[in-house]
């Protein structure tokens, strides 16, 4: 079920505005409103992706703790998106911890899909539907509620309940979140500017897709554009802003929105503003957060990062496409925020939403909550002092002796993001200004050295970031990703791997590599790949994986068997060649005498025999430490132990 507000965003936008234009209303009234807000949306069923624990409390005014939403009988359900018990045990925990820190909670009500029922209790059954918001914001210890009415909206009810709220709780925080304005067609509807006094925060909702489209008369566009609104971008925050504003709705009252998480556009697009025909959008909420973007193995590298001054805004440009397949990214980094809090300031409006802080928070960087940090810089401290992280990918590396491999900087905190690159240990190779490692020409056979790479802050030599690097010869750091195939028809892959350091899969076809998908569902936690290639029947492919850390393997080739009705057949599981080495004491490789994939014939002797099974016994560390595993692991349960022995006895 999708709980998020980017469905929210369209609802919301299409029902708030209408196009006649729209007459100035009263100053509000009642409210209690407080200027340069940053209001951060916790969602519960993210809750693993930030524990509450690790919320940064200086970044935040307020909290809206999501959802509680409404039955048609005008009662709530309060699972929060986890369940009757732990559900309200977390919003407690969250209200807790935002009065321990002075900030103020908030309830989220309703949400995408919730409108229904939201109607037909403010119709029906308002006293008890309003009772029962005070009740539960009570109970649950919050300060005010968030007025998510999506969809099925009747704004002149919305009116009445609004008012009618407001009288039962005139000490509360009311906030209520609107559309985007698409100025090629939308102005503001008159209803809601009467909705509106009666709330202390109407937030806008100006991210995807709220702001960005694709297809015929569109032009690529980012996800929460400041300014630059124009016939084929028709969405800023600025221009929102405005046409709001000219309704009568006070700037002091209006909050603008970001998305803590990245869109990309398909197509051979490359940056804002260019035609999107053919083209396609994708990413955004829960699927691209944030957290995915600057964590390690995203895609976020500084070299590729760009600033489009005309709507304020970064993107990335990047040479080969993203695990999406988008070569144009565009998200919030700390200039964004910073320029927005200045905006807000300068202009006079009220602050700022972020759905949700849970997809901001980036658990493999120093500073994991660095755009909290930016936030407050913008909106609550300006000018304050920012804290200099630094964090380095991948945060390990295999790399092949004599080969290369590239390493990237995170820095925040500055302005200044260059770092210095060292490698710690004399004779552990070479680094370049820009982060290419050389791995020493030789290792001894068999074996594995480590060594560290280094990257200091220009900004703050003070602070540091350390990568580990292992290097040895092909068959030493040989790797079994586990791939496995889910489905496949004729133009459809998928794929899991078992392995979750896995970061890329290219199918080879015909000559052609194609990348696959990482799709934003997993098979029992197992990362899920995905392409559409047509292939035939007695065609054969190849799947090449690449780790985070740097290794790569590939499969035998598969061939695809067809029925005369053009289905296919099979639908065979990639194998990893293994790539076995010899083992000590005998003169040739190991070899697979039934073509099972499992190395039953040690000794070499073209037969599995008794002799095999002791010299498996007598050799069966060195085999854990210098083979791979999916060659010799004779019962399945991916390690190298006594039970393979029994089991390759068991076959004689």
Known sequence: MNRSKRIAAFFLTMLFLYVPAAPAAAVPDGSIGTSHWVTG????????????????????????????????????????????????????????????????????????????????????????????????????????????????????????????????????????????????????????????????????????????????????????????????TPVSIEDSFARYNASGIPKEKMGMGVGFYAIGYKGGITGPNQPTSPGDIVGGDNAYPLSRLFGAGGAFDRQYRQWDSAAAEPYLSLPQPDSFGARYVSFEDEESLIAKGEFARQNGYGGIIIWTINQGYVASHADPNFLMEALRT???????????????????????????????????????KGVLWTVQEPGGGSISSSGIYTAPATVPAGTTATYHIIATSAADPAKTATAAVTVGDARTLAWDPGLHRMNCAEWWMEVFADDLNITTIDVEHDGVLTRMDLQDYTYHGKPVFTANIRVAAGDTVIYHATARDGRKASTVPIT????????????????????????????????????DGKYEDLNANGRLDFADVVLYFDQMDWIAANEPVAAFDMNGNIRIDFDDIVGLYNEI
Not at 50 to 72: C, F, K, Q, R, S
Not at 115 to 138: C, D, E, L
Not at 159 to 182: H, S, Y
Not at 383 to 409: E, H, L
């Open 41 to 232: 949306y916790y969602a519960g069923y993210q809750r693993d992706m930030l524990p509450p624990e690790n919320i940064d409390w200086n970044g935040l005014t307020h909290i809206a703790m999501g959802a509680v939403t409404a039955n048609a009988d005008g009662t709530l359900n309060t699972d929060f998106y986890i369940d009757d018990t732990n559900g309200p045990a977390l919003a407690r925990q969250i209200s807790t911890l935002a009065h321990q820190h002075n900030k103020k909670a908030i309830l989220m009500l309703g949400g995408a899909q919730n409108g229904a029922a939201i109607n037909s209790a403010v119709k029906n059954h308002r006293a008890v539907f309003i009772a029962n918001i005070v009740s539960t914001m009570n109970d649950l210890g919050y300060d005010g509620v968030d007025l998510d009415w999506e969809d099925d909206v009747d704004l002149v009810l919305f009116e009445t309940f609004a008012k009618e709220l407001r009288q039962a709780v005139p000490g509360k925080i009311i906030t209520l979140p609107g559309g985007a304005i698409n100025g090629n067609y939308m102005t503001v509807d008159p209803r809601l500017v009467k909705v509106v006094q009666y709330v202390d925060q109407f937030n806008l909702m100006t991210y995807y897709p709220s702001t960005a489209w694709a297809g015929d008369g569109w032009d690529s566009w980012h996800n929460c554009p400041l300014k630059g609104a124009k016939g084929s």
């Open 378 to 416: 913008g909106f609550i401290e300006p000018g304050a002092a920012r804290t200099v992280a630094v964090s380095v990918d991948p945060p390990s590396s295999y790399v092949i002796s004599g080969n290369t491999a590239m390493f990237r900087a995170l820095v925040t905190g500055t302005d200044t």
């Open 560 to 595: 695809f068997t067809y029925t005369t009705s053009g289905q296919i057949l099979d639908c065979p599981v990639p194998a990893i060649t293994p790539e076995v080495v010899t083992i000590p004491g005998m003169a040739a490789l190991p070899s697979d005498p039934d073509n």
